[in-house]
C-alpha cells in the first residue's frame, strides 16, 4: 500500500502558488525519479547499489561509513559546499543531515549550515540563537518557524542544538517566499526593480534535463499541475529556479565572507532541489569558485514495499541508505490553503486519504477555529498543529455557504490491507 499525505520533496510546487500542503505523489512517480538517465555524462548510464545504513559513493561504487565522508570529501579536494536532501517529514532524512555535520566538524573543518526554510530576511534569529540569547519558543516565534517552514520544529531540533551548543553559524538562503511566488504569477520580466534585488542576479532557465525532471517529479496524474496551462508552467519553472538560484547565491556569498580554507557550508535542502545536479549545483557551477557535492539519503524499499537495490549513479555524489519511509512521526492535516491572511485560512482542497478528506473539508471552506481558539492565520494553525499527536482528535469550526460547521478530524494512519 502507498504511504499516504503530503510529498515534502515537492514543497516547492507549492510554494510557487502560495499552497500550504502539495498533494500527494503517486509511488510509482517517485520511484521513477530515482532511475533517470540525467546529469553526469559519465555516470547517468549506470546504476550503484543502495545498502542500507551505509553511504555510497557513486563514482567508483564504494561502500562508507558516515566517518569516512570528511575524509573521502577531502580526496575530491576543494569541497565548498555539501547538499545533503531530504524529505521534509522523514525523520531519517534528518538524522543523516545532522551525522554529516557531525562528521564534519569532529574532522576540523568549519562548518556552516545553509538553511532552505528562512529567507535572508530572518538572519538575526538564527545569529542570536546561535548565540544563545533566545529560548527554543522566542526563537520559533521570533523567527517565524511556523510561517517561513511550517514542519514540526522536532524534526529538526537535534540539528539546531548541535549547531547553537557547538558554535556553529546557521545562514539563511532562501529568498522571501512572497517573491519566489511571484515570479510564479508573473514570471521574471514581471518583477519590480525590488522584487529582483531580492533574487540572484543570474538564473537559468534553460536546461531541458532540468525540466525533464521536474516533469517527472509530478507524473501525469498529479491533480494540481496536470491540468495547468504552458504559460503557467513556464512561470513556475522560472520560480524553481529563482529559488535553486537564489538558494545556492546566498550560500555562495556567505563562504566568501568566511573563506577560511577549512571552511565547508553544509545545505539542508529538500531533495528536488538536489537530485541530479540539476538545481542548485547547476546554478552556480559558474560562481562557486570550487566543488560541491550531494548526499541525498534514499529509502532501501519504495511506498509499496519494494527492495531499491540500485539508484542511477548520477542521482548524487553519495547515496545513503535509510529505513523504509513510514508515516510521518507527526501527524499532518493534509488541506490546501492560498495565500495569505484570510486567504491562508481558505480551502482549496483536501489531498485524498488524510485526516483533512476524512473530516470531510471541502472546497470553500474557511478556517475559523481549532479547538475552540481562532485561527488567525497558516501560522497560528502550524503551531497549534505542531502540538499534536497521531491518536489525537481535534474539533474545527468551518466557514462554508454562509453557516458554520463542526468537523471533527481523527488522526489516525490508515491500516495496511491484510495480507493474501
Request: hydrophobic fraction near 40%; glycine fraction near 8%; charged fraction near 25%.
Amino acid at each position: 500500500m502507498a504511504r499516504r499525505g503530503v510529498k515534502p520533496l515537492l514543497l516547492f510546487a507549492c510554494l510557487v502558488v502560495g499552497l500550504a500542503v502539495v498533494a500527494t505523489v503517486a509511488a510509482a512517480e517517485e520511484d521513477r525519479t530515482l532511475h533517470l538517465a540525467l546529469g553526469d555524462p559519465a555516470r547517468k548510464d549506470r546504476e550503484a547499489p543502495l545498502v542500507l545504513d551505509a553511504v555510497t559513493d557513486t563514482r567508483t561504487g564504494d561502500l562508507l561509513t558516515p566517518a569516512d565522508l570528511p575524509a573521502r570529501l577531502a580526496h575530491l579536494e576543494g569541497v565548498r559546499l555539501v547538499l545533503v536532501g531530504e524529505s521534509h517529514t522523514n525523520a531519517d532524512f534528518h538524522l543523516a543531515q545532522l551525522r554529516v555535520i557531525q562528521e564534519l566538524q569532529r574532522a576540523g573543518r568549519e562548518v556552516l549550515i545553509g538553511l532552505e526554510m528562512y529567507p535572508e530576511t530572518e538572519q538575526r534569529w538564527l545569529d542570536a540563537w546561535r548565540d544563545g540569547s533566545l529560548t527554543e519558543d522566542g526563537f520559533l516565534r521570533l523567527s517565524h518557524w511556523y510561517k517561513n517552514w511550517g514542519y514540526n520544529w522536532a524534526y529538526y531540533r537535534d540539528i539546531f542544538l548541535f549547531a547553537r551548543d557547538h558554535g556553529l553559524r546557521m545562514i539563511a538562503l532562501n529568498a522571501p517566499r512572497e517573491i519566489v511566488s511571484a515570479v510564479g504569477k508573473k514570471g521574471l520580466a514581471g518583477l519590480t526593480p525590488d522584487e529582483r534585488a531580492s533574487i540572484a542576479p543570474r538564473i537559468d532557465t534553460t536546461s531541458a534535463e532540468h525540466r525533464t525532471l521536474i516533469n517527472a517529479f509530478f507524473g501525469a496524474g498529479d491533480p494540481l499541475h496536470s491540468g495547468m496551462p504552458q504559460e503557467q508552467l513556464d512561470r513556475m519553472y522560472a520560480a524553481q529556479c529563482t529559488w535553486d538560484a537564489t538558494m545556492g547565491h546566498n550560500a555562495v556569498k556567505a563562504l566568501r565572507e568566511h573563506p577560511g580554507p577549512n571552511t565547508v557550508m553544509v545545505i539542508l535542502v529538500g531533495s528536488g532541489h538536489v537530485a541530479y545536479g540539476l538545481g542548485i549545483q547547476r546554478q552556480i557551477a559558474d560562481e562557486l569558485g570550487g566543488r560541491s557535492v550531494a548526499v541525498l539519503p534514499v529509502p532501501v524499499k519504495d511506498d509499496d514495499g519494494k527492495p531499491t537495490a540500485t539508484v542511477r549513479a548520477s542521482y548524487a555524489d553519495f547515496l545513503w541508505g535509510v529505513p523504509p519511509e513510514t508515516d510521518p512521526l507527526y501527524p499532518s492535516l493534509g488541506l490546501s490553503t492560498s495565500g495569505e491572511g484570510d486567504a491562508s485560512r481558505k480551502v482549496l482542497f483536501a489531498s485524498p486519504d488524510t485526516p483533512a478528506a476524512r473530516a470531510g473539508f471541502q472546497p470553500g471552506d474557511l478556517l475559523l477555529t481549532m479547538d475552540g481558539a481562532p485561527i488567525a492565520d497558516r501560522e497560528t494553525l502550524n503551531r497549534a498543529l505542531s502540538a499534536k499527536r497521531w491518536g489525537d482528535t481535534v474539533l474545527f469550526t468551518v466557514s462554508r455557504g454562509g453557516k458554520t460547521e463542526t468537523l471533527t478530524v481523527h488522526f489516525r494512519r490508515l491500516q495496511p490491507p491484510p495480507k493474501l
